[in-house]
């Protein structure tokens, strides 16, 4: 069988140039293969170090596992038995340049802290905000509550490490990156979270993000609390819990850059 890849990362594509690949680990809607130390996510989403198939396609890899011969050839990757061709498909560089006005910052803020939708530490989304290790993060203390937050919480990508991300999305966004947090995020080690975490924080540096994450961000600018809605609903069916907790990281993000008395 031979399944067609829609989209391809540039960064992935550099990858397969250079990388003998072993299985790494896998989820309901996705896989994550790894080479030289770098992942590549096959699903039907587009990610900053995916391949992304079309609709409906991704269940006929469902076998795929740790014993699955992967071998590639000529802009081909066969996993088994099935074959991906990427000859044809839209080679994206994930990076975007934020860099909208700050004002906005108060209605994305005022948005978000209406949810009090359950996160994945257990907590309302508009509660993360209140956890005692964060609130150095209005005052420019970051080191403590970086290392609170990275790998706490289940599954492949801690909710803190989700929390992570959406702060620094939403510094970003605005413009208003502070390079304390950046020396913060930095001091994280491999060991302290999972492999599929470090990479989603890797491409965040770079400014790269999910497809569903970008056109939320992008579309805070229009003021618009239905298109925010919408876009907000398909980020809550990200993952198990890693939407609803990157929305968290852009709550406090936004608490961030409007200051403490909001």
């Known amino acids: 069988m031979i399944l067609r890849c829609q989209v391809i990362s540039k960064d992935v594509l550099s990858i397969l140039k250079s990388s003998t690949l072993k299985f790494h680990s896998k989820f309901d809607k996705g896989l994550n293969l790894i080479g030289d130390g770098k992942l590549i996510f096959i699903s039907e989403s587009r990610v900053p170090f995916g391949m992304t198939l079309h609709l409906n396609t991704f269940k006929y890899l469902s076998f795929v596992n740790e014993q699955t011969t992967i071998t590639q050839y000529h802009r081909t990757l066969k ?15 994930y990076r975007i340049d934020f860099g909208i006005d700050r004002k906005y910052a108060r209605f994305l803020f005022q948005f978000l802290n209406s949810k009090n939708i359950e996160s994945g530490l257990g907590i309302a989304l508009n509660q993360i905000q209140n956890i005692p290790e964060i609130q150095g993060f209005y005052h420019g203390d970051y080191h403590n509550g970086v290392h609170y937050l990275c790998g706490r919480g289940k599954g492949l990508t801690p909710s803190g490490d989700d929390i992570l991300l959406g702060i620094l999305a ?46 939320f961000l992008t579309s805070i600018e229009a003021a618009s609390p239905a298109l925010l809605t919408s876009h907000f609903n398909r980020i809550l069916q990200y993952g198990h819990t890693s939407g609803i907790d990157t929305m968290a990281g852009i709550l406090v993000g936004a608490r961030i850059i409007i200051g403490e008395n909001k």
């Not at 038995?81 to 994206?92: K, N, P």
Request: without cysteine; charged residues 20%.
């Open 79 to 93: 996993l088994g038995s099935v074959i991906i061709d990427f000859s044809d498909a839209l080679v994206l560089d």
């Open 170 to 215: 939403t510094m970003q966004l605005f413009n208003q990156v502070d390079l304390d947090y950046l020396t913060s995020l930095n001091t994280i080690r491999h060991k302290q979270t999972t492999a599929i975490s470090t990479s989603y924080l890797h491409y965040a540096k770079q400014q790269k993000y999910t497809f569903v994450l970008r056109e």
